[in-house]
C-alpha cells in the first residue's frame, strides 16, 4: 500500500517543529494527523480521493486541519470508541464512526488495521497499512532520540507493552509522527525500551542513596542540563515513579519516594 507522507511546520516541541501528515493508498485514500493546512498537503489531497480522515492520537499538534478537510473532501472522520468526548474537546467536531482495537478500515483492494498503543496518550493508536505492511506509529516511536511520556495523561507501563507490542509484529517499516521513517524497526524499538529501563534504574539508584523529592530524583537521574525542558523530564519521571510504584519496586504517594522494603 502506498504512503505518502507530508512534514507540516506545527509549534510542537518535537525536535523537527514538524508534524508528519500520511495519505495512505494511491486509489481511495486515508488522510492520517492532518495537524495543519498547507500547500503541499493541499496538493496532496487534491490529487487523492480522501474517504477517511484518522488521527493516532488527539494531542493538539495532530488534528489541526481535521475538521477542514473533512468539510473539503466529505471523508468519514473516525475516532476512538469512549474517547469520543475528548475527541470532540481538541478537535473541534464529532466523529462520523468510532473503532475499536484490530477495527479494519477497507481501502480498495486492501485494508489498513487499526491497533490500540496507548502510553504517549491514553487514546493513541497506530495503523497497519495492508497486511504484513508499514505501520504508522505516530508518536509511539522515533528514528532518533525518545518519545515524551509524561504524567498524568502519559502511561509508562503502557507504553512500553506499546513499544513490546510493536516489536512482536515487527513491521517492515515505522513511519513515525515526527521526523524521518524508520528502516529498522525492530532495533529501533528494542532501544527504546533500553532507554526506558536505563531510566528506570537511575531512577532507583537516586531513591536507594536518599534522593526522595522529585526535584532530588531529577536532579540524580538526568546529567544533561534541563533548561527549557525540565517540566518534560519532570513529567516523565514522574510517569517512571508510578510505574515503579504499582510493580512495587518502591514507593511514591505523589510527592516523596521511598526505597522498597
Not at 477542514?68 to 474517547?83: D, F, K, L, P, Q
Not at 531512577?203 to 536518599?210: F, H, K, Q, R, Y
Not at 534522593?211 to 517540566?231: C, F, N, Q, S, W
Request: aromatic share 4%; charged share 25%; proline share 7%.
Amino acid at each position: 500500500m502506498d504512503v505518502t507522507r507530508c512534514s507540516v511546520p506545527v509549534p510542537t516541541r518535537a525536535p523537527t517543529g514538524t508534524t508528519n501528515a500520511y495519505l495512505l493508498g494511491s486509489g481511495p485514500a486515508i488522510l492520517v494527523d492532518p495537524a495543519a493546512r498547507t500547500d503541499a498537503l493541499d496538493q496532496l489531497v487534491r490529487n487523492r480521493s480522501v474517504v477517511h480522515i484518522l488521527v493516532t492520537h488527539t494531542h493538539p499538534d495532530h488534528v489541526g486541519a481535521v475538521t477542514t478537510y473533512a468539510e473539503e473532501t466529505n471523508a468519514t472522520v473516525w475516532a476512538r470508541a469512549g474517547r469520543t468526548d475528548r475527541f470532540r474537546d481538541v478537535v473541534g467536531c464529532d466523529p462520523d464512526r468510532t473503532f475499536t482495537p484490530r477495527t479494519t478500515i477497507p481501502l480498495g483492494d486492501d485494508r489498513v488495521r487499526l491497533l490500540e498503543t496507548p502510553g504517549h496518550a491514553p487514546d493513541h493508536i497506530a495503523l497497519e497499512a495492508g497486511r504484513g505492511g508499514p505501520i504508522l506509529c505516530g508518536d509511539a516511536a522515533v528514528r532518533e532520540g525518545s518519545v515524551v511520556v509524561g504524567a498524568p495523561e502519559g502511561d509508562m507501563r503502557a507504553y512500553m507493552t506499546t513499544l513490546r507490542r510493536l516489536r512482536a509484529i515487527d513491521p517492515p517499516t515505522l513511519w513515525p509522527g515526527h521526523g524521518p521513517e524508520i528502516e529498522t524497526p525492530r532495533a529501533t524499538l528494542e532501544r527504546l525500551l533500553a532507554h526506558r529501563r536505563r531510566r528506570e534504574q537511575r531512577i532507583l539508584e537516586a531513591v536507594d542513596t536518599g534522593a526522595t523529592t522529585l526535584e532530588e530524583i531529577l536532579d540524580g537521574v538526568y546529567e544533561k542540563d534541563l533548561t527549557g525542558v525540565r517540566d518534560l523530564a519532570r513529567a516523565t519521571v514522574v510517569a517512571h515513579l508510578e510505574k515503579l510504584a504499582v510493580e512495587g519496586r518502591l514507593a511514591w504517594d505523589g510527592s516523596r519516594a521511598t526505597a522498597s522494603d
